[in-house]
């Protein structure tokens, strides 16, 4: 859930050896909620956390990532994907 996201990041970034990278792919957009999954066989429903990029970068900043690459990459599904690279 969002309201544990600071202190995941802050877990992640404390257990990486030194230099080392944490690739991060998520979705664009605000709140958090159910969506359907229409990719798959059967529309699973997944629940999901959205963040803007001023707010993620916040986020990371914050678990003392150093953010080298943010880069939005359109797909073909009904929401836009974000990959990040952090060290």
């Known amino acids: 859930h969002r309201s544990a996201i600071l202190n995941i990041f802050k877990k992640i ?8 990278y944490f ?16 990719r798959y066989e059967g529309n699973i429903e997944k629940f999901w956390s959205f963040f803007e990029e001023d707010e993620l970068k916040q986020l990371l900043q914050e678990a003392q990532f150093k953010i080298l690459d943010l880069v939005h990459v359109a797909k073909q599904y009904a929401y836009p994907v974000s990959y990040t690279h952090l060290t």
Do not use: A, P, V
């Open 13 to 20: 970034h404390s257990i990486l050896k030194k230099d080392g």
């Open 23 to 38: 690739y991060l792919s998520l979705k664009q957009g605000s709140g958090e909620g159910l969506e359907t999954d229409t």
